[in-house]
């Protein structure tokens, strides 16, 4: 069941990456509230927002409400799901203890519980009828410059931050020396290609021994690994969330045929990695945030060890 639904996410992926010719984590949320912030996706019931790679299969939809919601709620809403549509696939972690029989139940009393993946289908509420009319969203583009001050906070304020130097004429992190090299800020097209830059490399840094401890980061991980490749979709992943959540467009992937390509062939090969990426890139993005116990937490994220 697991490999099935690791499957159907990535398959939804590669398909965006093969129709859109870009990667869903470019430029995931153009849907805005009327005060011009990202509107992120949410359950029209709960109100509770989706987490890590659903809100990358959400915010790719091109609807112009972030509301969501399963075939069953919207009946309980007093709507009924149009004929024909399609919902979305989201994914969650369920809790289940393992039974425990004969001597490893004498050795270990306590039930032992693990995460497995499961699915369901969710529909926007424009697919939605006999609904209430909600506030207006717009389709628009982030503004380029006027989300900075709030990029600057954001860096100010992240807890136990790399050390960050303007010196070589590249962008990289160091696990060794916990540092973040960036190029002067002059040499960046716009400042949103620079914010942009930093995020990705402060992604890279929450992956620090003294941080989250991600093994994309605290392993030696060769060019082209399973772990390398891991560990760039989540410093992508975690970009992309942090500039929409600052209003700046992240342009920082370079959009070409072979990046596509190359994208589809490593989805491919490692159905697990864009689930695993997607969450991982979540628990980043928290901590920069100084959400440091919902990083830590991380439950519905967890990466299923089934």
């Known amino acids: 069941m697991s490999n099935n639904v690791y ?5 939804r992926i590669i398909a965006l990456l093969a129709e859109q010719g870009t990667a869903p984590w470019q430029r995931p949320w153009r849907v805005r509230n009327p005060d011009g912030t990202a509107a992120f996706p949410q359950n029209m019931v709960t109100g509770r927002p989706y987490r890590g790679i659903n809100v990358f299969l959400l915010g790719t939809a091109g609807f112009p409400s972030p509301a969501w919601m399963t075939y069953r709620q919207a009946q309980e809403l007093g709507g009924q799901v149009r004929a024909g549509v399609c919902g979305l696939p989201v994914v969650f972690f369920k809790s289940i203890e393992e039974k425990r029989t004969g001597d490893d139940s004498a050795a270990a009393p ?5 995460f497995i993946i499961r699915y369901h289908t969710v529909f926007n509420r424009l697919q939605v009828d006999g609904l209430l009319p909600e506030p ?13 001050p709030d990029c600057d906070s954001v860096i100010d304020q992240m807890p136990n931050p790399p050390a960050i130097r303007h010196a070589e004429a590249r962008a990289w992190y160091s696990p060794q020396a916990d540092l973040v090299n960036m190029p002067v800020k002059q040499a960046f097209n716009t400042p949103a290609d620079y914010y942009a830059t930093l995020f990705h490399e402060l992604t890279h840094a929450t992956g620090h021994a003294s941080r989250l401890a991600r093994a994309g980061v605290t392993d030696l991980c060769p060019f082209g690994s399973t772990n ?16 929409a959540l600052t209003g700046i467009d992240n342009e920082t992937i370079f959009s070409s045929a072979a990046y596509i390509q190359g994208w589809i062939a490593k ?16 628990r980043a993005a928290d901590y920069i945030l100084g959400r440091a116990a919902v990083a830590a937490k991380a439950t519905e994220e967890a990466p299923a060890s089934d």
């Not at 499957?7 to 398959?11: F, P």
């Not at 989805?267 to 979540?282: E, F, I, M, N």
């Open 7 to 11: 499957t159907i996410i990535t398959e």
């Open 110 to 114: 306590h039930p032992r519980s693990k």
């Open 136 to 148: 207006a969203a717009e389709i628009t583009p982030a503004a380029a410059f006027a989300g900075i």
């Open 228 to 243: 390398y490749s891991k560990e760039e979709l989540v410093a992508e992943m975690g970009a992309a969330y942090l500039c």
């Open 267 to 282: 989805l491919r090969s490692d159905v697990r990695l864009v689930v695993q990426a997607g969450a991982a890139a979540q």
